[in-house]
């Protein structure tokens, strides 16, 4: 079975500051997609970034990056130039490429950005 | 705009009752999944649909019941055979149970309290 893990509960990071959020799963696919996912204050859940496993460049979005290490099974998620709107539970999650109910969440970081 | 309306948002039930949360989704997309969060766990997989009129247990299936009459609407009943029923729930939605996209849509969710 897959599981994912994410190894920091909480961190905090100044405004205008660059944080990374750990994440590793445990798979034995190799057809799979990555997501981070944000969950504000206001609970709903919103896609930040997705890789697919098969694609060797890290995805980028705006001020969101990842890295990702397929051999090492990593997936951290960058944030550059931190915003007060930045401060959410972001949640790690694998899907089993071609089995949208296979997605597997990690438990979460919940990240304060501090002004 | 497209996307998953929940209601209520929030829900009080007392010990024994059933409770039916509502899930409708105006994105046109295949397939259907219910949530649970609870604080520390990442979310769990309760029942998904890829189509009308199916649809399969996920990994805490017990004490809930789900249908799937038409594509836009698939609700979720928790029972009284539920043990612990107090949580928040997601619904959320795909394109296709699989494919090339398998991003999760989600809806704002909903807070049950059992009293």
């Known amino acids: 079975a897959q599981t994912v893990t994410q190894s920091q509960p909480e961190m905090s990071v100044q405004e205008a500051e660059t944080v990374t959020l750990s994440c590793t799963y445990d798979?034995?696919?190799?057809?799979?997609?990555l997501f981070w996912y944000k969950q504000p204050p206001s609970r709903q859940m919103i896609l930040v970034i997705r890789?697919?496993?098969?694609?060797?460049q890290n995805a980028t979005e705006n001020r969101f990056s990842v890295n990702f290490q397929k051999a090492a099974k990593s997936f951290s998620l960058k944030i550059s130039d931190s915003q007060l709107g930045d401060t959410a539970m972001y949640f790690c999650?694998?899907?089993?490429?071609?089995?949208?109910?296979?997605?597997?969440f990690g438990p979460g970081t919940r990240l304060s950005v501090l002004p | 705009d497209g996307g998953i309306t929940q209601s209520p948002k929030y829900l009080f039930r007392k010990e024994g009752q059933n409770v039916t949360l509502s899930c409708e989704q105006n994105?046109?997309?295949?397939?259907m999944y219910w949530y649970r969060q609870d604080p520390g766990q990442g979310l769990r997989l309760i029942y998904y649909?890829?189509?009308?009129?199916?649809?399969q247990k996920g990994d805490i299936a017990e004490g809930y019941s789900v249908s799937r009459e038409k594509k836009e609407s698939f609700p979720l009943t928790v029972t009284s055979a539920q043990k612990n029923p107090t949580a928040f729930y997601l619904c959320?939605?795909?394109?296709?149970?699989?494919?090339?996209?398998?991003?999760?849509?989600f809806g704002e969710g909903s807070r049950l309290t059992v009293l």
């Open positions: 994105l046109n997309h295949d397939a």
């Open positions: 798979t034995s696919e190799s057809n799979y997609y």
């Open positions: 890789q697919e496993a098969y694609k060797q």
């Open positions: 649909s890829q189509i009308v009129n199916d649809f």
């Open positions: 999650a694998f899907m089993n490429g071609g089995y949208g109910q296979n997605f597997v």
């Open positions: 959320a939605s795909s394109i296709d149970s699989g494919g090339p996209t398998g991003e999760l849509f």
